[in-house]
């Protein structure tokens, strides 16, 4: 088949698309054919460093035109690879005086420079984040470790989007079964497209179905970093910042960015403060209405006659009271999220002053309800990264405390304790290093240590090296 | 197999003690051996401490599971025998820990809540502890474990705060400290559930200790709480029925902060979830022994159908289940939780002896 032909074959299976752009270079009866997409390829290079150097090539054999090519991203390529180089954004090449196929990688696409991520604010530290180019990203993580350990292995995902998936670890520090098993539930994913890392969760997860998240995610270099240096894998997805890290423990969650670029002692009294933050904002509104439906006698009788005083003249049962508010609060943040940020402020004030206090003042909603959810509510934000699963926990415990009270309230915590128990992967126990009860994890647990303390890797899950330091 | 460490067994072993024996038992033991009580409760947990030691004493000489060990040596009748006492048993404590924590909640708390209310949050959560692995209750118990603590600290420390008498000692005989056990004594043989469990224990030199250690400790703190209840209300402590919540009544609205001996009851509730779970647990796995072919579906589902019809047609009250508790029970308790794992380790040492082991 002339090369003509080739190149019209390929545009038919690319259904003539308008970006595919080929181009026919003759001379002394050779052919050169060069087929691309002129959307997502830099013109000027393909111009300066192939076209160009090719044209001026006296003889047009396949040495000499990979001779001439003036790129380091070359390579001979089979005939099922055209498509999918193409679709990359290379140039493949075609010599009619060889059966051989030249890529040429010269893929252009504007990414974004590197800043801070909106879901990871530090005070101390680095400011650098992810962006939706995995090429960056390599290169934020490369930037970090100049040791050959950090071994990058890579392979694309999805039948449409052939999304390109890099599994990232340290030689000698990760566990090679985790890394085997993870590249093993990659490859064998069978999907049409992974537009988001969130798409791979799914499949890497003991419990895919689960309200909790099993896989840590952050934009950040440096965490990423911290977490390859305690022996975890990390997965980066081309078109997304969001890096995934496994094995992943509950304990992640607590654990900020800011603990390790400040004191040991403040870090551990936050991370003590977010403890109690999470207890408030999962149990606040179900205990307090427990407490009011069917426990009033516990209370401490100023603070029960404040209360009765405060509901009395309220239409609305209890209950109904403060699930209207936490609708309403849910709702307001909600509306917050999707409006531009001029008007995200005009909300806050609708929403907490003008509904809030006229909603008192009218006597629909009492001041304790409205501060009792007003403290849940904040408190769930002491660990944003779990505020979705919170935030239902919360209203499934409210439910439980207005229909059984605080009998209900503990046997639901036991259970949600009992699940979370039963979650394990990549051989973590979710609720390590609380149970089972690991000694030396907890210098990073609810208190974190001075950093020279921790001198092993977490052994909640297994490395290959467990010695941090000496 | 999904195993324990010696950590956690040592942990279900704490929580196991304290049943129903702070909240019932003191002042039911008082009725009939007044302030020597004590001695009861020292004659009873000397008991349940021999348990642990023939427990220990297993684990070490053998390292499969307690129902193959008697399969093998003493006959598969002899296995089965065994189990179903030992399932009846655990039945029995279930339906007594859930009928104590229900009178004392239908007493105190839920005074115009309906019994459908404590089964839709027992019944589900223990099924669920029970329809778990053995791991995953041991990992949950080991969670809970420091709030127990903390709270069994604070009530035992408030509950000596409220200490404003002391009983006279020596008023009653010795028969009467032994009639009391032995009447009471279903409240104690917790350390029962241990040899269902020996095979998923991970054990080694040294562990005993551990076991002892915990034992010992919550012993302490179940002495304590009975000491410092007779010693609040004296000759009227047969009078007061529900004594860890009783004796922290005693410092009422401590601080401000409110009813403190609501501590007592998030206590109980827990306490209550987590033995029951312990005993369920034990219950599915004899169950499964006795019946190898069905799975523990069956078994939770043959446990829930009798269990409501004991607890909602023979037994809803006090005054029953205090018959209930002192009447058949404890012959046959003491019969399941120690005569019979007592007899069986002799024989099996008998017959390793015979083979020359």
Known sequence: MNISKKMEKIKKELHYSFDVTSRLLTKNGDEVGFIYLKSFTDNLIFSSAIYEPISKCEILTFENIKNFIQSNDIKEIKEGEILENIMKGAVVVFSSSSPKILSIDIQKFNARAPSEPPTAPVIQGPREGFTEDIKTNIGLLRKRFFSPNLVLKNLSVGKETKTTVVVAYLHGIADRKVVKEVMKKLKNIDTDGVVDSYYLMPYLTSRPNSLFKQIGNSEKPDIVSAKLLEGRVAILVDNTPMVLTLPFVILEEMQNTNDYYTNYIYASLLRFIRMIGIFLALLGPGVYIALQLFHYNVLPIKYLITIADSTQQIPFTPFIEILFISLLFQILYEVSLRLPSYLGLATSVVGALILGDTGVKAGLISPPAVIVVAIAKIALYTIPEQSAQTTVLQFIFLVIGASVGLLGIVGGLIYVIAYLNSIENFGAPYLAPFSPFIISDNKDGVVRAPLLNMKTRPKSFHTENIRRQK | ?357
């Open chain 2, 1 to 357: 197999m999904k195993s324990v460490n010696v950590y956690q067994t040592a942990i279900m072993l704490f929580i196991i003690v304290f049943a129903n024996k702070i909240l019932l038992l003191p002042s039911l033991l008082y009725r009939t051996a007044s302030a020597e009580s004590v001695f009861c409760y020292l004659i009873a947990f000397t008991l349940e401490i021999l348990l642990l030691t023939l427990f220990i004493f297993l684990k070490r000489k053998y390292s499969t599971s307690f129902s193959s060990l008697i399969k093998a040596k003493l006959g598969k009748i002899s296995m089965v025998v065994f189990y179903v006492l030992l399932m009846i048993f655990f039945f029995c404590k279930c339906v007594l820990i859930y009928n104590v924590t229900y009178i004392f909640f239908k007493d105190l708390i839920y005074k115009n809540s309906g019994s459908f209310l404590f089964i839709i949050c027992f019944l589900p959560i223990t099924n669920y502890l029970a329809f778990s692995s053995f791991r995953v209750l041991g990992r949950t118990c080991q969670i809970f474990f420091p709030i127990i603590l903390v709270v069994l600290i604070f009530c035992t420390v408030t509950s000596l705060v409220g200490v404003n008498d002391i009983p006279l000692f020596f008023t009653t005989g010795a028969g009467d400290v032994f009639l009391a056990t032995i009447k009471h004594i279903s409240s104690f043989g917790d350390f029962v559930f241990l040899f269902v469990f020996m095979d998923k224990i991970e054990f080694k030199a040294g562990d005993g200790k551990k076991l002892y250690f915990f034992a010992l400790i919550a012993i302490l703190f179940v002495l304590t709480l009975a000491v410092a209840f007779y010693f609040s209300y004296t000759y009227t402590s047969f009078m007061h029925p529900y004594a860890i919540f009783e004796t922290m009544g005693k410092v009422k609205d401590y601080g401000g902060l409110g009813r403190i001996d609501s501590v007592a009851v998030v206590l109980v509730i827990i306490l209550t979830y987590l033995q029951m779970a312990i005993y369920l647990k034990s219950f599915v796995c004899c169950f499964c022994e006795v019946f190898p072919k069905l799975n523990s579906t069956y078994a939770l589902i043959s446990f829930d159908l009798t269990f409501l019809a004991v607890v909602y047609l023979l037994i809803r009250n006090l005054e029953k289940t205090v018959l209930y508790a002192e009447s058949v029970l404890p012959y046959f308790s003491l019969i399941s939780f120690f005569l019979v794992p007592l007899c069986a380790i002799i024989f099996l040492v008998a017959k390793d002896k015979k083979e020359g082991k």
